[in-house]
């Protein structure tokens, strides 16, 4: 349940072989490298949060690449570079400002990188299958891939701005990347956006058993185990697990008993947490910003208002009450 601290990678390198190796521990999968008739030279810029690889890449020359299929979904968008890939019986070319799935998990592809940048998204199939609520625990659900193009224009430009936002919001700025709550949130935000992307349609996966589950007695237990695990990067599905029910009986628990989502009430605990906190604090030592950090609040305004609905004034006014 705790997130893992931002972890940075930087590689530069004329040696194919050592530029196969560092892509392989990128895409988390063996492969092959074939180089052009130029000599290839590879910078590139990873950035490790746990479940989810962040990376900023180019090079020079022609790369042919053979993947073994990663145990994961990989999110790639051509920067300046155009791509030529091969997966599950179909060829795609995408050109700069595509963004597009490297091919479905588990399945092999081959990819043809000409010079220029790009960047790609590793994340754990466990994440997703956690963040789409389709499993608790244990091993994830397949992905319903829409389709192998290029994403279309909407679905580029909420990817563009999630992912940017978690580069220059969260990972530019050491306070927060140092938190483990506004971390933890911003892997599960890419994770959506992710499956907002690349998979079908929302399927309503919800059974008999979860409807028989959604009752007062999961709201208990579900209230009891945020109150006493707030301060932790505890999930939707670590709430559900608690509860001893399925994500989506706990989803529908919550929305028809207190009229709201599990994750939004946890966020509602934390901010009379971050209250709390205000109260108890030295105003020479403590700002709102860090204690607005501390409880996973990125965004100052919003916090801000947040608070002003639920106690009538502004943080401000309550450390230097």
């Known amino acids: 349940m705790s997130a893992q601290a931002p972890v940075t990678h930087r590689f530069d390198s004329r040696d194919p072989a050592l530029i196969r190796t560092h892509l392989a521990a990128s895409f988390g999968t063996p492969l092959r490298v074939r180089v052009g008739l130029d000599p290839p030279r590879l910078w590139q810029h990873r950035i490790d949060l746990g479940p989810v690889r962040l990376t900023q890449a180019a090079h020079c020359g022609d790369l042919h690449i053979d993947l073994a299929g990663p145990d994961a979904l990989v999110i790639c968008q051509a ?44 994340l754990d199939l466990d994440l997703l299958a956690r963040v789409a609520g ?24 909420h990817w563009r701005t999630t992912t940017a936002y978690l580069r220059e919001a969260v990972l530019g700025d050491p306070e927060a990347a140092g938190q483990p709550l506004v971390v933890g949130a911003a892997v599960r935000m890419v994770a959506a956006a992710a499956l907002t992307v690349v998979t079908d349609a929302a399927v309503d996966d919800t059974t008999a058993r979860d409807r028989r589950d959604a009752g ?106």
């Open 79 to 122: 920067v300046t570079a155009p791509v030529v890939r091969t997966a599950a019986g179909e060829r795609h070319r995408f050109a700069p400002g595509d963004v597009f799935v490297l091919a479905p998990p588990r399945h092999p592809c081959t990819v043809r990188w000409q010079a220029g940048s790009i960047t790609t998204c590793v």
């Open 134 to 157: 389709t499993a608790p625990a244990g091993p994830a659900s397949p992905l319903r891939l829409a389709a192998l193009g290029p994403a279309p224009p909407h679905l580029v430009r």
């Open 216 to 321: 007062v007695g999961t709201v208990r237990r579900a209230l009891a185990f945020m109150e006493r695990h707030a301060e932790r990067n505890i999930r939707a599905a670590d709430i559900a697990a608690a509860a001893n029910v399925t994500p989506r009986a706990v989803q529908l628990a919550f929305r028809t008993h207190l009229d709201t989502t599990p994750m939004a009430h946890l966020r509602g605990i934390r901010l009379h947490r971050a209250h709390q906190d205000l109260l108890r604090a030295d105003p020479e030592r403590e700002t709102v910003s860090r204690i607005a950090l501390r409880w996973g609040f990125l965004s100052h305004s919003r916090f801000t208002a947040r608070y002003r609905a639920a106690f009538g004034v502004p943080p401000s006014r309550t450390l230097y009450r």
